[in-house]
């Protein structure tokens, strides 16, 4: 069964950082692209940022772009995202997905961790 369990949400000012984790099982997790994707309140899913199975390459949305920096450690089957200069508009649920080959598409999805950004 495939399960992925993200952590490391909570509440920090503005400015501040965080880093989730998705620890992933049930696959081989070193065979697949990885994404992050975040709900704001009331918003439709947005796509953070992608890496390759290698890690070799990664992607961002350009609301991130410098800011975050997407991870993975396929010895520990685990996904970071580091999240750096936090805004209010940061603020959402972030989920850790499984990507299939379509660019935005995704099979699997974790439960989410909450991130709150506010002073």
């Known amino acids: 069964e495939v399960q992925l369990v993200e952590s490391g949400g909570g509440l920090v000012q503005p400015g501040g950082s965080l880093r989730l984790s998705c620890a992933a099982s049930g696959f081989t997790f070193g065979s697949y692209d990885m994404s992050w994707v975040r709900q704001a309140p009331g918003k439709g899913p947005e796509w953070v940022s992608r890496?390759?199975?290698?890690?070799?390459?990664?992607y961002y949305a350009d609301s991130v772009k410098g800011r975050f920096t997407i991870s993975r450690d396929n010895a520990k089957n685990t996904l970071y995202l580091q999240m750096n200069s936090l805004k209010p508009e940061d603020t959402a649920v972030y989920y850790c997905t499984r990507s299939l080959t379509t660019w935005s598409s995704y099979d699997y999805w974790g439960q989410g961790t909450q991130v709150t950004v506010s002073s």
């Open positions: 890496i390759d199975s290698g890690g070799g390459s990664t």
